[in-house]
């Protein structure tokens, strides 16, 4: 095994997410906190990876170009913060595409996992909606919610949820530090 790992999904749990998608580096904004939230982990000894279903690519909102450009302008940003993500892996296909790696399916989890040899009952998976919590499941991870982005209306919808919660990534962060003491 390489190392402790934190899963966390990017639109409403990192940056500031939009029913209209996030298209452009431009549009690419940090929820208060959450930079912080990635250098914290990494100081208490976790990697950082990013897992996203990033659907904009197939409607064709952006292009690889623009994601990539995205990526770089969050990693300038997690780097600038004292914080590094070490790994990104997105789905690029829509809603109605059979892929295995659209959450809420485990496909990139378990990808991630063989690539970085990590043991994802041991890894906590960060996120705002309700297939972020079903992937990390389905993957054997462990799952956190966040009330930012969709995180509310989870929530709401979800009474009956089962994980832990917080109000945003850092206070998620922080509870994650405090379990890995135990």
């Known amino acids: 095994m390489s190392g402790r790992y934190v899963i966390l999904d990017r639109d409403g749990t990192i940056n500031v997410d939009s029913d ?13 906190g959450s930079l912080e939230a990635i250098a914290m982990l990494n100081r208490h000894g976790f990697r950082v990876a990013v897992i996203s279903n990033q659907s904009g690519l197939a409607r064709g909102l952006f292009d690889l170009a623009a994601l990539d450009a995205i990526h770089a302008k969050m990693l300038q940003l997690a780097t600038a913060a004292g914080g590094e993500i070490e790994a990104i892996y997105f789905c690029p296909h829509g809603p109605g ?4 790696c659209r959450k809420p399916k485990a496909g990139l989890f378990r990808r991630l996992a063989q690539d970085k040899q990590i043991d994802l009952s041991a890894t906590f998976a960060v996120g705002d909606a309700l297939r972020d919590i079903q992937a990390a499941r389905a993957a054997g991870a462990r799952p956190v919610l966040v009330k930012t982005g969709k995180g509310w209306q989870t929530l709401n ?19 994650i530090v405090s379990e890995s003491r135990l």
Do not use: T
């Open 20 to 32: 209209e998608f996030i298209k452009s580096a431009a549009e690419w904004l940090p929820l208060p």
């Open 157 to 175: 919808d979800n009474p009956q949820l089962d994980v832990p919660v917080f109000d945003n990534l850092y206070d998620a962060a922080a509870y």
């Open 97 to 100: 595409d059979d892929c295995d």
